[in-house]
């Protein structure tokens, strides 16, 4: 399975916008790129997923490099309800089916 | 969209009874479930995978005697903590995927357990 790091912590402010780059160095040619947020207390919720290239939706734009080994969530003008911890997982493809959770992000976003 | 319900959202027990926490796919059907265990200020850990019609599949290190799953349909997946013990005290979540294997997975609301 791929091996995803991430940065432990992150600060940011109210209507900035929050780019949250993970590594995955050995993802597997079929794998996916799935993001999640995790609420305390909560189960986590699916953000977005890719595989190649940019993909958006309405509330998170994943930006994944030709070679792939690195992608990442921009969260535009964030809120303080952002303040989650966001996970980076991969795999779907040959990399496995089951879904192993890497340490994640600490987003707080201040006033 | 995809919804997973998980039952009970907090259960308090005493030491040495067990506890039956339940999983289930609302709109969709799920041949496999994953059940997580997380700790305060850590992450998730994915303890056992559940495939309908089988029997489950431990992590390393996870005890399957203490921890009986039994995914007894394609909407619902158990798990059980026999003999629960302080230690087990944790936030039990269980996950579905629906359709094929690169699709997001969906997740219950957890269940916070504590074992008195």
């Known amino acids: 399975l791929a091996k995803t790091t991430q940065p432990i912590s992150m600060d940011s402010y109210e209507g900035q916008e929050v780019n949250i780059t993970c590594s995955h160095n050995?993802?597997?040619?079929?794998?996916?790129i799935t993001w999640y947020q995790q609420f305390p207390s909560q189960g986590p919720r699916f953000i977005i997923q890719?595989?190649?290239t940019k993909v958006t939706n309405e509330v998170a734009s994943l930006f994944i490099p030709a070679d792939r080994k690195s992608s990442t969530l921009s969260l535009p003008r964030v809120s303080l309800s952002d303040t989650a911890v966001y996970y980076c997982?991969?795999?779907?493809?040959?990399?496995?089916?089951?879904?192993?959770f890497g340490a994640g992000t600490r987003l707080f976003v201040k006033a | 969209g995809a919804v997973v319900s998980q039952h009970p959202s907090w259960v308090i027990c005493k030491s040495g009874t067990s506890v039956k926490i339940e999983c289930r796919s609302l709109?969709?059907?799920?041949?496999?479930m994953f059940w997580y265990r997380q700790f305060p200020k850590q992450s998730l850990m994915l303890m056992a995978t559940?495939?309908?019609?089988?029997?489950?599949?431990?992590e390393q290190g996870v005890e399957k005697d203490k921890f009986l799953i039994n995914h007894a349909s394609l909407t619902l997946s158990t798990l059980t903590v026999t003999s629960a013990h302080p230690e087990d005290s944790s936030f039990y979540i269980c996950?579905?995927?629906?359709?094929?294997?690169?699709?997001?997975?969906?997740f219950g609301n957890g269940t916070r357990l504590t074992v008195t």
């Open positions: 996950s579905a995927r629906e359709g094929q294997q690169s699709s997001p997975l969906h």
């Open positions: 050995n993802i597997a040619t079929n794998d996916y």
């Open positions: 890719g595989y190649k």
């Open positions: 997982l991969v795999g779907g493809g040959t990399g496995g089916f089951k879904t192993i």
């Open positions: 709109d969709f059907q799920a041949t496999t």
């Open positions: 559940s495939n309908e019609g089988s029997k489950a599949t431990y």
